[in-house]
């Protein structure tokens, strides 16, 4: 009982549901006076926690991509080349087979808010702006470049100093962002129940998690048929034994902490699997694969769009958004929301979401984010049989390909 209380999910649905039953009463007729001068603090504090967050957002993106750039780059190979190729087609034909079912499904999920008929916020008492020392594409420049041009130049000093950083940048994740969460999405919520905006669509969030639940299946149903037609295996060799990675994914929501589980249930696959391969590929996929992840986010993302901004991005924004997404999700860590927060900056910097659309993501995305995991470790079972098909199809004897990581 204590680890579900201590859990980010459920400070996140405490903190949902004590923001929204302080925006309620701060916007009764009766509480009027008292209601503006709260929500004057309210609208304050979300602005200077956002700051925060948005500050972050470079930092992030370079602590994670510089250093899978670099670690992909300097231990490149055939198998290795190959895992990556896969990781990242699954990962966007995931996000675009999202995309293709948001604009179809989302538009006739709700009625989208009248703008006018909202109640408007009271303004800041003070505005404190903490600027990003750069922009998001910037660091995304900034983050292959600098991995591309270490692995080439084998700067080993340089590589272990982005991992260094990547470490200091995971401890501001794990010590600043995600402890002052459920504050910044508390506010935000008391913000959106003081306009009005929750009364019509909330629902629609929960019907949306189960669309995406359902995409989850469909997912993991392609990638081991795709998988069984590639090696001519039977691909349900695999999937019978992944039971039980799927349930230690749904409950920790992290590729990293079912590592363990996950090398087991595949090395019970083998045949079909190679063993080689499972050793390999398990490990590398728990980090670079993130299929569940992003298809969830992509769905997400247009949903929140709809419901806040009126209207869905358009195709070309959100094909890049999903391109781009991939290669965040390759350097994304395996932890709990690890893949929406090294994707801050495209949810602000591509779709132009304010800190209102952002806390949305973080709250729906978090809670349905063990599903996601689950999907995600699933479906490296699949990945790992098209390595296998790979291997023996080009006559790759087996090997301790481990050791290359």
């Given at each position: 009982m204590k680890r579900i209380f201590s859990s980010l999910p459920f400070k996140l649905l405490l903190g949902v549901a004590a923001g929204m039953a302080a925006g309620r009463i701060a916007g009764a007729e009766s509480v009027n006076a008292f209601g503006s001068s709260f929500m004057n603090v309210a609208v304050t504090v979300r602005f200077i926690l956002s700051e925060l967050i948005n500050f972050c957002v470079p930092l992030i993106i370079i602590g994670f991509i510089a250093p899978a750039v670099a670690k992909l780059g300097r231990n490149a190979s055939r198998m290795l080349g190959a895992a990556l190729l896969c990781a990242y087609g699954s990962s966007v034909l995931a996000a675009l087979l999202?995309?293709?079912?948001?604009?179809?499904?989302?538009?006739?999920?709700?009625?989208?808010?009248?703008?006018?008929?909202?109640?408007?916020?009271p303004e800041l008492v003070f505005r404190l702006e903490i600027p990003a020392v750069m922009s998001v594409m910037s660091a995304l420049a900034l983050s292959v470049l600098l991995g591309l041009s270490a692995a080439w130049t084998k700067a080993?000093?340089?590589?272990?100093?982005?991992?260094?950083?990547?470490?200091?940048?995971?401890?501001?994740?794990?010590?600043?962002?995600?402890?002052?969460?459920?504050?910044?999405?508390?506010?935000?919520?008391?913000?959106?129940?003081?306009?009005?905006?929750?009364?019509?669509?909330?629902?629609?969030?929960?019907?949306?998690?189960?669309?995406?639940?359902?995409?989850?299946?469909?997912?993991?149903?392609?990638?081991?048929?795709?998988?069984?037609?590639?090696?001519?295996?039977?691909?349900?060799?695999?999937?019978?034994?992944?039971?039980?990675?799927?349930?230690?994914?749904?409950?920790?929501?992290?590729?990293?902490?079912?590592?363990?589980?996950?090398?087991?249930?595949?090395?019970k696959s083998t045949p079909p699997l190679r063993r080689d391969m499972a050793e390999f590929g398990i490990p590398l996929f728990a980090n670079i694969h993130l299929c569940g992840s992003v298809l969830t986010e992509v769905f997400f993302v247009m949903t929140v769009s709809h419901l806040l901004y009126q209207e869905i991005p358009p195709v070309g924004?959100?094909?890049?958004?999903?391109?781009?997404?991939?290669?965040?999700?390759?350097?994304?860590?395996?932890?709990?929301?690890?893949t929406v927060m090294a994707s801050l900056g495209l949810i602000t910097g591509v779709l132009g979401f304010s800190e209102t659309g952002t806390a949305l993501m973080l709250t729906i995305f978090a809670l349905q984010d063990s599903f996601g995991t689950a999907c995600n470790v699933t479906g490296d079972g699949a990945l790992t049989l098209i390595l296998s098909g790979y291997a023996d199809r080009h006559q790759i004897g087996e090997t301790d390909l481990s050791a290359e990581l």
């Open positions: 999202s995309m293709a079912a948001g604009y179809g499904i989302i538009p006739g999920l709700s009625e989208v808010s009248d703008p006018g008929s909202l109640r408007e916020l080993e000093m340089t590589v272990r100093l982005l991992e260094e950083f990547r470490n200091m940048v995971l401890k501001i994740v794990t010590k600043v962002i995600i402890p002052i969460l459920p504050v910044f999405i508390g506010f935000t919520f008391c913000g959106l129940a003081y306009e009005g905006v929750l009364t019509r669509q909330l629902p629609v969030f929960l019907k949306v998690i189960l669309i995406v639940m359902a995409g989850h299946l469909i997912w993991m149903a392609v990638l081991y048929t795709a998988a069984g037609i590639y090696t001519r295996k039977n691909p349900l060799a695999v999937l019978k034994n992944y039971g039980p990675a799927y349930l230690t994914a749904a409950g920790t929501m992290s590729s990293a902490a079912t590592l363990a589980v996950a090398l087991r249930c595949a090395k924004t959100m094909v890049l958004f999903c391109l781009l997404l991939g290669v965040f999700a390759v350097g994304a860590p395996g932890v709990p929301g690890g």
